[in-house]
């Protein structure tokens, strides 16, 4: 049997589901002031292959009965997860859209995010979905820093 299903419209996701990203230490991560790992601006930079970024749609999981949660880890070596929601990213100037994947029909990608006020604001808004692993960031960051060190 083949299944055979129609992407979400823009119009049709609510404000109120979250947008959830993967977080991923350097890159997504920054020390704050008092030395912990928090979510920075750079976790919603937009792709450099397809000026888009990428998370999951709560509420095309939750539409299929599914918890948000469901999808961690799609990337490799996540430290913790952010979400913002719909209303957010659509306050903060960002297009989003459901943009299903071979492997994640409840893939998300959202437009717009590539000036530093979009990237900023929602950085400020965010919240950690899932907390962010304080050691696996450090170990992470450490040996990215050796890594670029060593070359």
């Known amino acids: 049997m083949l299944l055979l299903r129609r992407k979400w419209p823009s119009s049709k996701l609510q404000p109120e589901f979250r947008f959830i990203r ?7 991560v920054s020390w704050d002031e008092r030395g912990f790992y928090r979510i920075s601006s750079k976790a ?3 792709s450099s292959t397809d000026k888009k970024l990428s998370g999951d749609l709560e509420e095309v999981l939750a539409h299929d009965g599914l918890n948000p949660d469901c999808m961690y880890p799609a990337v490799r070596d996540p430290v913790g997860a952010a979400s913002v929601t719909i209303g957010q990213m659509r306050e903060a100037g960002a297009l989003v859209e459901h943009d299903p994947t071979t ?12 000036k530093d006020k979009v990237k900023r604001k929602l950085a400020k808004v965010a919240v950690e979905f899932i907390k962010i692993d304080q050691a696996l960031a450090k170990r ?8 670029q060190v060593s070359a």
């Open 44 to 46: 919603f930079g937009p």
């Open 22 to 28: 993967a977080l991923r230490s350097p890159y997504h």
């Open 103 to 114: 492997f994640n029909w409840y893939h998300g990608a959202a437009s717009g995010t590539g």
């Open 140 to 147: 992470l960051h450490e040996e990215a820093d050796a890594k």
